[in-house]
């Protein structure tokens, strides 16, 4: 089975910058994702992590180790529209379906 | 361009009845997913299909839900004799192709209350 941990609830402030931690224990492993969901929204993509190191895209990174079981989020130069849940996924090994966390709720405040 | 479109947006429906929830994939795309989110949680796995065929019911929490996608592209998840318990957000999600490496791209989600 899959177990995957983030938490709950994160306050940052506007210009900041902001790491989202997520640990997983996975039967396999196939990549992790970090999906964005405004509320009452759809998830929305922003990252795909399957080797172990850092993507950087823009204002946010997401960082993997498969060692570890870790990964993070980071969200740099914060503006009032990241204010949202933040998703850490993990697809299982030969499998499609997606195992999602609870989700971070990130507000960013003036 | 079209994403992930589906409907209705909010259905209320009392103990008892049957709904049934359409999901409108992006064109091309061979993987569908459909997914429940309970609020403040993160979305659950229910069923995905690769075109018309459904490849995984694992996550389908029981016998009264049923989905299907007859023709590889519209999906629908039906859900018989509600229960409350049934009330949360139904999101369906496509890829383009039917690695685990896909991106899932999600539509806006039906909301289910059930009274």
Redesign the interface.
Known sequence: GQN?DQPTEMTATEGAIVQINCTYQTSGF??L?W?QQHAG?????LS?N?LDGLEEKGRFSSFLSRSKGYSYLLLKELQMKDSASY?C?V?????????????TKLSVIP | GAGVSQSPRYKVAKRGQDVALRCDPISGHVSLFWYQQALGQGPEFLTYFQNEAQLDKSGLPSDRFFAERPEGSVSTLKIQRTQQEDSAVYLCASSLATGGHYEQYFGPGTRLTVT
């Open positions: 995957i196939n990549g994702f999906y929204e759809a998830p929305t993509f795909y399957v998703l996924a697809g299982g090994a030969g499998s499609y379906q997606l195992t999602f966390g609870k989700g």
